[in-house]
């Protein structure tokens, strides 16, 4: 982030601007929007410039700045559209202490400003440091289309009634009294009765509020996906809108925990398979303390919450202190990773069944079929295999299996850093030496061949 985005007060500051033209016509729009004095120095101003000194909207110089002219300045734009006199009066600026915008000129600018959608006083300030101002625009057409323009009014509304709102606790309480208003109490007020209607609907809804009951904690053991976040589901995405506290584990990505809501807590209870974690007893404990406290607790879970997350556990300790809980499900490592190398987990006339088993538990390597596992055309999903490579390939070898049963590892699925390892039964504990990120392993799949992005390692010939 090489450009800081905040919010500057500019009432009753000075803005000065230099430039008579189109692309001084351009900031004046906005600049007028504004609550600050506005001097503008133009030897040949455009009409449209003197009809706004004419109505006192701004101070007309109808010539070129000069040393002086500056001082006591907040912001400076040099939108002379002359890269030489631009450079001068910047200067000027510079020196006489004001921040600095040069209309289309990035590197000599201190500040820049941003596309905006204007729903005063709710702001939204676009800016993408001069990469794509074609994006801005597209994602600023986007937001105008979506955000109704009455926004404004409501949150004007709600300003002024600020104080009155606190006579509910600050926190939970207060935050749902402000989310009842905006997204149900209020729209509908105002559409129906104007603007008195949404002051009338306020006072019925803080009523309503300050009658409530304590609100009752819940949690939602929500699949937080393989890491794109963009394979989240509906509902875990509004689940993480509306949550209080969320716990959430070590593999779930950056990516899709900043999509939660701001003021959310977080606790990062991540478990390494036998490194340090937190304990499974802790976890139960932390979640159903701040769900008796009353929050929204969202327990997120990497994949699906069903699959290797000992939700059990936590919901028996939920359940046991009476509160509400749900699963929301989510996309497991497999369906990511089968997806990434272009198979189906199941195929007629192949595999008829799959399996999804762990290379380790609690206790260690952990024990399974392995002859069911070792024959011909079985597909099998190893979650936390990494450790137990050796371990998996010597039993499925022991009961049989063939040394060239296709075996792929799947390291990051849906990530940034995917990458896909092709070997076979034989190559599989050596291939896995080189898997450092989470990684799913298919023993009985090999990657569609049409598919171009995967590394067709062979370690074996690596190793020799
Ligand atoms: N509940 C999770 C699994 C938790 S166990 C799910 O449904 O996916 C953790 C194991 O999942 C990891 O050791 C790894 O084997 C697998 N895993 C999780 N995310 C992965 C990813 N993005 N790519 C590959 N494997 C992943």
Redesign the pocket.
């Known amino acids: 982030m090489q450009h800081f985005p905040i919010f500057l007060n500019v009432h009753d500051t000075r803005i000065v601007l230099s430039g008579g033209g189109e692309a001084a016509l351009a900031k004046l729009r906005l600049l007028l929007k504004t609550e600050a004095n506005i001097d503008v120095f133009a030897a040949t101003p455009a009409q449209e410039i003197v009809r706004w000194a004419e109505d006192g909207r701004l101070r007309l110089f109808r010539r070129a700045v000069n040393n002086g002219d500056i001082s006591g300045t907040a912001l400076f734009y040099a939108a002379d559209e002359n890269a030489a006199e631009d450079a001068r009066t910047a200067a000027i600026a510079r020196r006489e202490g004001a921040l600095v915008n040069i209309v289309d000129n990035l590197q000599d600018s201190v500040f820049i400003t941003p596309a905006i959608v204007d729903r005063d006083p709710v702001m939204i300030a676009i800016g993408t440091e001069g990469a794509a101002p074609v994006l801005a625009r597209a994602i600023k057409a986007d937001l105008e289309a979506r955000l109704s323009p009455s926004l404004g009014i409501l949150a004007r509304i709600g300003k002024a009634f600020r104080p009155v709102a606190e006579r509910l606790p600050s926190g939970l309480k207060r935050r749902n009294f402000w989310s009842d208003f905006y997204f149900g109490a209020g729209p509908r007020a105002l559409e129906a009765a104007g603007v008195e209607g949404v002051e009338a609907a306020l006072d019925d809804l803080l009523a309503s509020h300050l009658a409530l009951e304590p609100r009752q904690g819940r949690v939602d053991f929500v699949?937080a996906g393989?890491?794109d976040p963009e394979l989240l589901t509906l509902k875990a995405r509004k689940a993480l809108d509306q949550a209080d506290v969320i716990i959430h584990d070590r593999?779930v990505s950056r990516e899709v925990l900043e999509l939660a809501r701001r003021e959310a807590v977080f606790f990062d209870v991540g478990k390494e398979?036998f490194g340090p974690s937190t304990s499974q007893e802790a976890i139960n404990a932390l979640i159903v303390e701040h769900a008796a406290n009353g929050a929204h607790v969202v327990r997120l879970?990497?994949?699906?919450?069903t699959?290797?997350?000992r939700l059990d556990e936590e919901i028996e300790a939920v359940a046991a202190a009476g509160v509400d809980w749900r699963i929301v499900p989510?996309i497991?490592?497999?369906s990511?990773?089968v997806a990434a190398i272009g198979q189906s987990l199941t195929q007629r006339g192949r595999n008829s069944s799959f399996r999804i088993l762990?290379g380790h538990d609690v206790q260690g390597f952990a024990e399974h079929d392995w002859s069911g596992l070792a024959r011909q055309g079985a597909v099998t999903a190893?979650?936390?295999?990494?450790k137990s490579a050796r371990f998996v390939q010597g039993r499925l070898m022991m009961y049989g299996a063939a040394a060239d049963a296709p075996v792929t590892i799947?390291?990051?699925?849906?990530?940034p850093g995917q990458r896909v390892y092709a070997t076979d039964l034989d190559g599989l504990a050596l291939a896995m030496a080189d898997v450092s990120?989470?990684?799913?392993t298919f023993i009985g799949l090999s990657p569609r061949r049409a598919m171009v992005a995967v590394e067709n390692l062979n370690p074996k010939e690596i190793a020799l």
């Open positions: 699949g393989p890491g593999l398979g879970k990497s994949g699906d919450p699959v290797f997350g989510g497991t490592a497999a990511a990773a762990t190893i979650y936390m295999g990494k799947v390291e990051n699925a849906s990530q990120g989470p990684a799913l």
